[in-house]
């Protein structure tokens, strides 16, 4: 079946640091890839995606860029702030079955100051 | 517009006890879904209707978890009795019908402690 693999958390870093978080995915077909962030005591929320293969997603000076060659979806940030600190989820929709998201584990960030 | 709405945020239940989730989609998403996260680890499926007809309810995890969607508005999902492993927290989410692969609108979730 579907998986999604994170990088595993959690993730601390100096404000105005680099950020990547990994993620490779496992599905049959072309899926549609998202990352989903999740503020303390809120909920889930978009914050990009990607539907086809070398599709760039950006949001807030995020980005990810769909390889299918390496079935990868990594989110990266040039330079964090302390507001970024929250729990990132990978995820995947197949093609075959809209909105049944397959998520990752999802990777803590925290961004000191 | 109004977003996802869950109640309660936090229910704190022994075992055994009964106890009702609600979920209010965005107006005029007819796809709505379940989703739970346990233990920190990843968010899962449990079901999925369309209206007020279940499209898929393969993760459900057992016959002790019903879920309903009466006249296709909000919907509840029900542990009867509860299990201290169905601790963690339930999201539920919306999404337009015809508008495949289109993201998940998410509702804050429920915070189930079984204890």
């Known amino acids: 079946g579907d998986s999604v693999t994170q990088m595993e958390g959690p993730v601390t870093l100096s404000e105005e640091a680099f950020l990547t978080i990994n993620c490779t995915y496992t599905a049959t077909g072309y899926p549609s890839l998202f990352w989903y962030v999740q503020y303390p005591g809120e909920g889930l929320q978009l914050l990009l995606k990607a539907t086809k293969a070398d599709d760039k997603g950006s949001n807030k000076g995020f980005e990810a860029t769909y390889r299918k060659e390496t079935t990868s979806f990594h989110l990266e940030k040039g330079s964090v702030q302390v507001s970024d600190s929250a729990v990132y989820f990978c995820a995947l929709i197949p093609n075959t079955n809209a909105g049944k998201s397959t998520f990752g584990d999802g990777t803590t960030l925290t961004v000191k100051p | ?115």
């Open chain 2, 1 to 115: 517009e109004a977003g996802v709405t869950q109640f309660p945020s936090h229910s704190v239940i022994e075992k055994g006890q009964t106890v009702t989730l609600r979920c209010d989609p965005i107006s005029g998403h007819d796809n709505l879904y379940w989703y739970r996260r346990v233990m920190g680890k990843e968010i899962k499926f449990l079901l999925h209707f369309v209206k007020e007809s279940k499209q898929d309810e393969s993760g459900m995890p057992n016959n002790r978890f019903l879920a309903e969607r009466t006249g296709g508005t909000y919907s509840t999902l029900k542990v009867q009795p509860a299990e201290l492993e169905d601790s963690g927290v339930y999201f539920c989410a919306s999404s337009q019908l015809r508008a495949p692969n289109s993201p998940l609108h998410f509702g804050n979730g429920t915070r189930l402690t079984v204890t």
